[in-house]
């Protein structure tokens, strides 16, 4: 078992930074990708940034190129999602995963560890 725990959500302005922390505890010697997902109210949870293990490869989705960065330190157990020119699109309950169960890393699917999730608003 692995468990997550997502910190640094909070209140800001539109055109401001937060950075999110997800610490991981448990049987972390596994190589495990992260992820991070959002959540907005009354819509699915959908992909935002993911890293491998060795941080090798990045993705991110379409909407949060080049405004936030996803990173890790692995003797930490610790990944993070720096966001930066934060939109008032961007508020959601935002959420850690790692993966465990193979496939597509952009898909809620290939994700066996969930985080209880942070809130981020972002005000215009």
């Known amino acids: 078992q692995v468990q997550l725990v997502e910190s640094g959500g909070g209140l800001v302005q539109a055109g401001g930074s937060l950075r999110l922390s997800c610490a991981a505890s448990?049987?972390?010697?596994?190589?495990?990708?992260m992820g991070w997902f959002r959540q907005a109210p009354g819509k699915e949870r959908e992909f935002v940034a993911a890293i491998t293990w060795s941080a090798s490869t990045y993705h991110y989705s379409g909407s949060v190129k080049g405004r936030f960065t996803i990173s890790r330190d692995n003797a930490k157990n610790t990944s993070y999602l720096q966001m930066n020119n934060l939109r008032p699109e961007d508020t959601a309950v935002y959420y850690c995963a790692a993966e465990g169960r193979g496939g597509s890393l952009l898909y809620t699917s290939s994700y066996r560890y969930w985080g209880q999730g942070t809130q981020v608003t972002v005000s215009s």
């Open positions: 448990g049987r972390t010697s596994s190589s495990y990708a």
